[in-house]
C-alpha cells in the first residue's frame, strides 16, 4: 500500500465506524414509550450492522482511515481533496476543510441498514458536543438554566441560519441536490445516549472491536454489561427525580 499515491473507496477517521451505527438504525440500548433508555444487552441486528461496518469502514484494502497500517503521510482529508478518494465519510464541519479543493463533489447521507428502515439517520457526534457545567453549591440553579436556555434559544435563532443557511448549503455545498441532502441530513439527527455517556466504556469497547474487526462482538459487550446496566440506571434516576 502506497498511501501518497494510492487511490480509496473510502476516507474517514477511525471513529466514522462507530458513528455509522446511528445511521444503521441500532443501538446498543432498549427505550420504552417514553423514550426511557435500558440495557439489556445488544441484539442480533446490532452485532450484525457492527459486522457490516467492519466490512466497509475497516477494511484497509479499500478504507484509508488513520489507524491504516502505514498510514503516516496524509491524512483522511487530503486524500480525499486530492482526488484520490470515492467517499469522505466526515462531520458537516470538515466541509469547510474543501472548499478550496479542485475535486467536484457532492454529498449523500449514510446508507440505511435496509429497505424496510422508514428514514435515514444521521449520527449526532458524541465526541464533538460541549456541554455548559454548573459548579453543585449554584445558590440559584433554576436562574441559570433560564439564562443558558435563552442563550441557547438566542444561538438556534441566530447562529443556525448564518451556519446552515449560508455557510453550509452555499458556500461550502456545490450544488441543488447537495444542499436537499443536508436537510435531510439535519432533519434526522441522531444522538446516541449510550455513547454520549459511555456507560461502562462501552463506546470505546464498540470502536476499538470495529478497528480491531474483531468476531468476539457478544462476548466482548456481555464482559461490560453488569457496569453499563448499572451506570445507565445511576444516570437515569437522577433524570427521573
Do not use: W
Not at 11 to 37: H, I, K, M, W
Not at 122 to 151: K, M, Q
Not at 154 to 172: N, R, V
Not at 208 to 214: F, K, P, Q, T, Y
Amino acid at each position: 500500500m502506497n498511501t501518497t499515491t494510492d487511490q480509496f473507496g473510502i476516507c474517514c477517521v477511525q471513529n466514522a465506524g462507530f458513528s455509522a451505527l446511528g445511521s444503521l438504525g441500532v443501538s446498543p440500548l432498549t427505550y420504552d414509550e417514553n423514550y426511557a433508555p435500558s440495557y439489556t444487552g445488544v441484539t442480533e441486528k446490532f452485532i450484525d450492522a457492527c459486522k457490516k461496518i467492519m466490512k466497509t469502514f475497516h477494511d484497509p484494502d479499500y478504507c484509508a482511515t488513520n489507524a491504516t497500517p502505514g498510514y503516516s503521510t496524509m491524512d483522511c482529508n487530503q486524500v480525499f481533496a486530492a482526488g484520490r478518494g470515492l467517499f469522505y465519510v466526515q462531520v458537516s464541519g470538515a466541509l469547510k476543510l474543501l472548499r478550496d479543493s479542485t475535486v467536484d463533489y457532492g454529498i449523500v447521507t449514510l446508507p440505511k441498514y435496509d429497505t424496510n428502515q422508514e428514514k435515514y439517520m444521521s449520527t449526532i457526534s458524541p465526541t464533538g458536543c460541549s456541554c455548559a457545567a454548573i459548579i453543585a453549591n449554584n445558590p440559584d440553579p433554576s436562574r441559570t438554566g433560564t439564562v443558558l436556555e435563552n442563550i441557547a434559544a438566542y444561538s438556534h435563532k441566530l447562529m443556525l441560519p448564518a451556519y446552515y443557511d449560508i455557510t453550509l448549503c452555499y458556500k461550502y455545498s456545490k450544488d441543488q441536490t447537495s444542499i436537499e441532502m443536508l436537510d435531510t441530513v439535519f432533519q434526522n439527527g441522531y444522538l446516541e445516549v449510550a455513547f454520549v455517556y459511555n456507560f461502562g466504556s462501552i463506546r470505546n469497547t464498540v470502536q476499538n472491536l470495529l478497528i480491531a474487526r474483531s468476531e468476539n462482538i457478544a462476548s466482548s459487550l456481555e464482559a461490560i454489561g453488569n457496569i453499563v446496566k448499572k451506570q445507565l440506571d445511576a444516570v437515569v434516576s437522577k433524570l427521573v427525580d
